[in-house]
């Protein structure tokens, strides 16, 4: 059992392998938050000793304690409008325009496995791996009941939040505010790690201590977006990769979102976490349900290192599904950086020609294969084939590429629709867009309005009639703007706050739709690269294209950031030409794919144009990538450096049983007269004798983890390293 009550105190115990959660119900049936950390195996609530703070009320219940306040206790679910000043977890508007809600303990259940969501992406798990717990509140003014639920699975120090919002009263009620994750810590010094960028350089870390006040990561875009991540990390100012405490959560959720942390009067700290409020409203009417999306959360003692482990392997096990969520991935070519939009059938035979003679597994057909789409002015939504590019349509390209011992995939932008396209001319209705205003246009498209039963059936439909025509083995579900002109004409106007909720809930809907049709189909996400790298989307896609910046130099800096807390196996990355599409810088075809090793590896190029010499290195790279794929996607991933800050990059993949491990890295610039780096390896068995593979040297693992060893001596800039060690029999 993960799951203790003790009934007669109040007092809640979800205990993992390595750590303790806890609260309690007391006698005011207010639901405090005690603990969460290292195991203590004893009541924590001793450590809560509050004086009478000014300008902090009372409830009424407490009578003459000034000292009871719900603006100074450390609480597991706040509630606006009774007190507490601080941001809190939930809000509504009652039918008489108030916003109160008083939320007391009413009882609880414990069930063996994992629980769902209905409509939204959770982690999942057998009876053997895990329990729930669920509490549940009442507003006795309301009728309001919220629970709180809580899956444990112990064994990968995981914890998981969600929260189920019922409405047992006669009158509907205004949700505003409904956060998945409410976690007061009242003592300790933390600092926060959040992970910002833009389009082609997304997930970069910042590091800052927290200041008293509110710090927010958010996105109101419609999408997780490139610019902040639904994932963030409290640390201690002492926590380094293996040493010092820190918490981490992630919100499994693709949508805009929003995560506050709040050090206040009293140097505690309130995490909250969920569906962005500025763009929610929700009518919740008698007797119906909400359900927030869930909110995976896990501690580590022992650095930040050991907490991405913790959630590489709930995303990797737990919440990618399907056939290819722990298969080996193909290694595959990607046609966009070779031609754009400029191909026919000819053009991508030869491509694939080469490809296949090097040793790639697949080809994909990127965008401007359907309706009129010679550029990014036109087609979206006409998802037939161009008869002009591809004369014999995708049946008889997958066929030649059959012959030709490769598999086939497609780019899809599903979610899109040009004004310039059969589908606008038809139905101007399915675009998004405010009656009476001009749209606002990005990348010349406009969003379909998945909210709409027609629009997803439509896309389902046409979607499937191509999956059925061809051999088609990968889907990649690109997305490449931010929604805004939020209206539908599905929902009356009062109602139109539930839109942006309701988007993400039909889009989920259509992945499961096709995910389950096409079990086959290896399915990968995409948002102009990063721009919705989440683990709600990694529910469906158990891979996403990390970035659309794919120099090798930038890409380490990516998916370092990327590495916190998403696996190795879920990160889309290639190989492409140089001088780089993005920056124009020239690296080394070596580091382009010891960087794009540390993925599911591929090319983006016309291989035609290489060198032999550049040729034989790639078919040499595939080989490689081949020996090493269980190692790299299964093995544990450390980060041996820090290349935001730091002259080089270094990561290195060690096997459960610890007899292999793979360093790759890329060293910056080359600096004459001076030693080699040194980095020190992790993970190893202290006394084992590893032979490294490159030169044949013998080292005691115990020496490389804390003597380390010397980096390659390095020549020109962005210089490839790999050592690849296994220990002696």
Known sequence: MAIFVNEKTGLFQIITDNTEYQMKADKYGVLKHLWYGEKTGYDMEYLQNYPDVGFSGNIYDAGNDRTYSLDTLPLEYACEGVGDYRITGISAVHSDGSCALDLRYKGYRISRGKYGINGLPAVYADENESETLEIILRDKYSNIEVTLRYGVLPKLDIITRCVSIANNGNVPVILTKAASLCLDIAYGEWEWMHFHGRHTMERVTERSPLIHGIQESSSKRGTSSHHQNPSVLLCSPDCTETSGSCIGAVLAYSGSFKTQIELDQQEQVRLVMGINPELFRWELKPSEVFDTPEVIMSYSANGMEKLSHNFHKVIREHVCRGKYKLAKRPVLI???????????????????????????????????????????????????????KLCGGLGSLSKKLNEMGMKFGLWFEPEMISEDSELYRTHPEWAIRIPSRDPIRSRYQLVLDMTNPDVREYLFESMSNILKSADISYIKWDMNRSICDWYTPCLSAENQGEMPHRYVLGLYELLEQLTTAFPNVLFEGCSGGGGRFDAGMLYYCPQIWCSDDTDAYERTKIQYGTSFFYPISAVGSHVSAVPNHQTGRITPIETRAVTAMAGSFGYELDLNTLSNEEKQEVSEQIVRFKKYSELIHNGLYYRLSDPINGKFAVWEFVSEDKNEALVHGVIFQTEPNRTQYRIKLRGLLPEADYRLEENGEIYKGRALMNGGILLPKSWGDNFPVQMHFTAEA
Not at 365 to 381: A, E, I, P, T, V
Request: aromatic residues 14%.
């Open 334 to 388: 990607n046609n966009w950086e070779a031609t754009y939009f400029d191909f026919n059938e000819e053009k991508i035979l030869g491509i694939a020609e080469q490809a296949a003679a090097l040793g790639v597994d697949m080809l994909v057909l990127d965008d401007g294969w359907f309706g009129k789409r010679n550029d990014d002015c036109s087609g979206l939504g006409d998802w037939f084939v161009n008869e002009e």
